[in-house]
């Protein structure tokens, strides 16, 4: 491939993704549903415009990196720590349904499967993409109806947070076990290892992170340095601790997440994430989505995902809700506003796909989840906090 080749195809990827996601806004969807639709059309399932290369994966996998970053940059360290057990029972029970649902649902389609073989990773996988929640839809439907900072809103936010963390180390584990070098014990230790360097690192980095923002506030060369932090536990994460580079970023954005200057590294990230990496992130995604070999089986496959995607995040969260002494049509709202998936779930799933354990036909699945819930998630809050007006409540 010629070297200028890249040029032409960096200026297809960003030009069409951006149309497709203001297209996608514009019809109340989400924009990463139109990036990766673009990467759909121009990819060689469809127009053969761009074809996949080192280059673009590489890129890519930057883009990836900076969205986990800004995630944990995203934070908020002192709700998280006081939550307490209502939003962390909630969390965990919206993780581990989804979890064991995805599971049961790929055996149930393919078979079960022995402990350890390929299949079982697989049908593990697909649970562990359904654990992902993201609740921006949520949160700005929640503030149109002015209940975001009520006791269910409060709630799902807390919640959620706690949600994507679990799923993070959830996914770690999964990968950790996937590899036929490494132990189950081994896969335990290394992550244990990770996360008290995280610990121990982290604190000195917000240290001194926190006197360099003391003594030179809103400067370049914080955003500067919290990226080449990012970039480090990316790959600290990865090369030392056979952790996924996603989990090492996201840490590092929580490390930093607490400094005075945090909204500002934050906002500098997000420009080249927003204008470059992220479109080819989410156009890759679409790139790499194989739909020669979907069939009737796979599309209703697709069908049965994401209705047990949507149906055990309200169990799993409203069943924790419900100990936790939330009445029942607040247990519902709490289930109903943590179903959304999003960039984290796309996330996941390019990260099964990298590992080799997904197939690439299965971000159809994935796709229509996102759309589906996405749309669905704030009509049904809707008519929910409606008939709280009519009945008076």
Do not use: W
């Amino acid at each position: 491939m010629e070297v200028y080749n890249i040029f032409r195809d960096l200026a297809i990827i960003i030009i069409v993704a951006k149309v497709f996601g203001v297209l996608a806004r514009k019809c109340k969807a989400p924009q990463v549903v139109g990036e990766i639709i673009a990467g759909l059309l121009i990819g060689p399932s469809v127009l053969g415009l761009v074809q996949q290369s080192d280059f673009l994966a590489g890129m890519a996998e930057v883009g990836v990196v900076l969205l986990m970053f800004s995630a944990g940059l995203e934070t908020n360290l002192k709700d998280l720590l006081k939550t307490g057990p209502v939003a962390l029972l909630i969390a965990c029970a919206g993780v581990f349904v989804p979890l064991a649902g995805g599971t049961l649902l790929y055996m149930g389609f393919y078979g079960a499967a022995p402990f350890g073989s390929e299949q079982f990773y697989t049908a593990v996988f697909i649970g562990v993409i359904m654990t992902a929640t993201s609740v921006s839809i949520t949160v700005q439907s929640l503030k149109e109806m002015g209940k975001l900072k009520g006791k269910v809103g409060t709630t799902i936010l807390s919640a959620a947070i706690i949600d994507d963390v679990i799923g993070i180390i959830v996914l770690t584990f999964v990968i950790g076990f996937k590899s036929p070098d490494n132990h189950p014990g081994k896969v335990v230790l290394n992550t244990i290892l990770f996360f008290v360097f995280a610990i121990v690192v982290g604190f000195i980095l917000y240290k001194l992170f926190k006197a360099i923002d003391d003594r030179y506030p809103h400067t370049r060369r914080i955003p500067i340095m919290s990226l080449a932090v990012c970039f480090a536990f990316a790959y600290i994460a990865e090369k030392y601790f056979g952790i996924a580079d996603i989990t090492g970023a996201y840490v590092a954005g929580i490390v930093l997440c607490s400094m005075r200057d945090s909204s500002y590294v934050d906002q500098k990230m997000e420009v080249s994430s927003y204008m470059i990496f992220g479109p080819i992130f989410f156009a890759s995604i679409g790139l790499k989505t194989n739909i020669d070999n979907i069939n009737g089986n796979i599309l209703l496959f697709s069908l049965c995902f994401v209705l047990v995607a949507m149906v055990t995040k309200i169990i799993g969260c409203g069943l924790a809700a419900k100990v936790c002494r939330f009445g029942v049509k607040d247990c519902l709202k709490i289930g109903v506003g943590m179903m959304t998936r999003g960039e984290v779930a796309l996330i996941v799933a390019q990260k099964g796909l990298s590992v080799g354990m997904l197939s690439p036909v299965y971000f159809t699945s994935v796709i229509l989840l996102i759309i589906v819930s996405s749309i669905s998630t704030p009509i049904i809050l809707k008519l929910l906090y409606a008939k709280d007006k009519v009945n008076g409540e």
